[in-house]
């Protein structure tokens, strides 16, 4: 499927979708690309079900509520969705026009780009554990989507930040056991929530200690071999592991973009938040200027300058003359929806 809109918008995390909002605001339709099948990003990916406390007016939200909030918010400009696609080629036509293939071969041609790419496409960090691949999404998982999925199971949680702490915590009355395994002493995370793992008798924490092999068939786990630091091999029962050390991104997909990348981020002008390459706007946590602070709520804010940068390009010498949303509308919305709310 080819398409055509006016913004083409690099990955569908809570900054993308909400990009799809701030453009439609502006008359401007958007196709949006993530390499992921689901949207929402880091909130989907990583903590679908943790409670966001700093949404401006939503004092607490959970993540994937959130998620499901931007989809409603952008709904009315249809945007058009392309999941599970990762970027691939870029390349510009003479009238400023960008044609944006992804890797199953979907031609996307935008006036201008908005790259809400967080820390990149994403994939999980793993272990380097023979035939690991043969039991994930079974046996072995990179984040919780459903805390159900571990009820009753007898759970090996690998990592020592935030992630694992915290998730030893909440799974710790619905699991049949819980064992934190962790190569070193001290955890990297809060420490009231390090303090409250330790004293509770029904989480196992075993460090410094590190993940040697996996046991079992067809997808199904009954082992996990662990060994703590100069000490001798041993096995624990396990039918889940949960490896909790962090997602790769991949940014090498935009590498060719001639967009400039300095390590993991893209430099941008915070007033307009463009790159290095006209027409490309990157926002988010991939932005990086003076200051930077990687929230969601910067990048909402991030998302709304760049539609009204990228504007003056789609849309040449047509002005922006009403500001607020509320002198604007959205479409299919009527007051009395708001009313509802108050
Ligand atoms: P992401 O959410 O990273 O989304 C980027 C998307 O782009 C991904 O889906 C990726 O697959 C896609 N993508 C990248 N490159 C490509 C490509 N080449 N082709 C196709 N798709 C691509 N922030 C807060 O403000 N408050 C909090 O309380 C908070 N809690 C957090 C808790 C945890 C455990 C974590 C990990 C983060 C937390 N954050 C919090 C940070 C917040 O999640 C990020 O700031 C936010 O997700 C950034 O949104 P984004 O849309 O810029 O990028």
New binding site residues.
């Given amino acids: 499927m080819d398409v055509e809109v006016d913004i083409a918008i690099?990955?569908?995390?809570?900054?993308?979708l909400f990009a799809v909002f701030a453009c439609g605001q502006l008359g401007m339709i958007s196709a949006v690309?993530?390499?992921?099948d689901d949207p929402g990003?880091?909130?989907t990916a990583?903590?679908p079900e943790?409670p966001?406390?700093?949404i401006p007016g939503r004092p607490a939200i959970r993540a994937d509520a959130l998620v499901a909030d931007l989809m409603a918010q952008a709904a009315p400009y249809e945007p058009i969705y392309l999941l599970g696609?990762?970027?691939a080629d870029l390349c510009e036509s003479s009238d400023g026009t960008f044609t944006l293939t992804t890797a199953a071969g979907t031609k996307v041609r935008a006036r201008a780009i908005l790259v809400?790419?967080?820390?990149?496409?994403?994939g999980p960090n793993r272990p380097p554990l023979d035939h690991i691949r043969d039991f994930e999404g079974t046996s072995v998982f990179y984040h919780v989507g459903k805390r159900e999925t571990f009820k009753d199971r007898q759970l090996v949680i690998a990592g020592g930040g935030?992630?694992a702490v915290d998730w030893a915590l909440s799974l710790a009355d619905i699991a049949k056991s819980i064992t934190v395994v962790h190569r070193r002493d001290s955890f990297r995370a809060h420490p009231a929530n390090v303090a409250a793992m330790h004293a509770d008798d029904r989480v196992n924490v075993r460090t410094p200690c590190q993940l040697k092999g996996l046991e079992g068939e067809n997808g199904k786990l009954t082992g996990i071999h662990i060994s703590e630091i100069g000490g001798d091999p041993e096995t624990i029962k396990a039918d889940a592991l949960l490896a909790l050390f962090g997602l790769a991104g991949d940014l090498s997909?935009?590498k060719d973009w001639g967009v400039e990348i300095e390590r993991k981020s893209i430099p941008v002008d915070p007033a307009t938040l463009q790159t290095s390459r006209p027409g490309i706007h990157a926002i988010?946590?991939?932005a990086d200027y003076p200051g930077k602070r990687?929230?969601?709520?910067t990048?909402f804010a991030e998302a709304a300058a760049a539609a009204h940068a990228a504007h003056a390009r789609v849309f040449p010498g047509k002005a922006i003359h009403d500001e607020y949303s509320t002198t604007r509308g959205v479409p299919g919305q009527t007051p009395d929806a708001a009313q509802k709310t108050a």
């Fill in positions: 690099v990955g569908a995390g809570p900054v993308g690309i993530d390499a992921l990003g880091q909130l990583l903590y943790k966001i406390y700093d696609q990762q970027t809400a790419a967080g820390v990149g496409a994403f935030d992630s997909p935009l988010g946590d991939v990687k929230l969601i709520l990048g």
